[in-house]
């Protein structure tokens, strides 16, 4: 079974934090995500990376950063934490079928920044 | 703009009756639409697939049909148990697509009573 990792459930944060949100894949899948989920809004990506060291922007990236120097590590930062940052991350890892991609995704970490 | 279009936040329905989640989609490139199913405090886990080239696909008590001229989808839970309780996503994206372009609707939130 595909397991994608992440290292916290629960997190509570002070304003202004770096935050450091951990994501670990043991099925070598190429890409890995981050979304983040919020009531009434779904599942919005904030970033995404193809490759070791490569990352794209998702439909929200602003306030975040990635960084991706293991293929199966995919870690989200926080440079410094808002209130409008609390929020459920959730991390995916996915892999072609095909050519009809699949996300398998984390348990999620539910950040609280106060 | 929402690409994937979820119309109803919530759905409510008795056990053992049919559930019937709807889901409508603008972009006239997708052809590949997946359904995931998401527990409180849990990620999404993969639910069932269908690609353009069918109208239905079936799995067990899942059954999602594709009407492409209306660009619309459903998804049928036949019957309806109270551990199907969750939210439902529905996802589309282009097949062979750049990686990070699957798009999620904002998620029905589904309640199957005892």
């Known amino acids: 079974d595909v397991k994608v990792t992440q290292s916290s459930r629960y997190l509570v944060k002070r304003t202004g934090e770096k935050v450091f949100l951990e994501c670990v894949q043991d099925m070598d899948h190429e890409n890995m995500f981050w979304y983040r989920q919020d009531p009434g809004l779904g599942l919005r990506l904030i970033y995404f990376?193809?490759?070791?060291?490569?990352?794209e922007k998702g439909d929200i990236p602003e306030g975040y950063s990635v960084s991706r120097e293991k293929k199966e590590r995919f870690s989200l930062i926080l440079e410094s934490a808002s209130t409008n940052q609390t929020s459920m991350y959730l991390c995916?890892?996915?892999?072609?079928?095909?050519?009809?991609?699949?996300?398998?995704f984390g348990s999620g970490t539910q950040l609280s920044v106060l | 703009d929402q690409q994937v279009k979820q119309n109803s936040p919530s759905l409510s329905v008795q056990e053992g009756r049919i559930s019937i989640l709807n889901c409508d989609y603008t972009?006239?490139?997708?052809?590949?639409f997946l359904w995931y199913k998401k527990y409180p405090a849990e990620g999404p886990t993969f639910l069932i697939s269908i690609s353009s080239i069918k109208d239905k696909n079936e799995d067990g008590r899942f059954t999602v049909f594709l009407n492409k001229s209306a660009k619309h989808l459903s998804l049928h839970i036949v019957p309806s148990q109270p551990g199907d309780s969750a939210v439902y996503f529905c996802a589309a994206s282009v097949i062979g697509g750049s990686q990070g372009n699957l798009i999620f609707g904002k998620g029905t939130k589904l309640s199957v009573k005892p």
């Open positions: 972009n006239s490139m997708f052809d590949y």
């Open positions: 990376s193809y490759d070791v060291k490569m990352k």
């Open positions: 995916a890892s996915s892999f072609l079928q095909g050519r009809q991609e699949k996300l398998f």
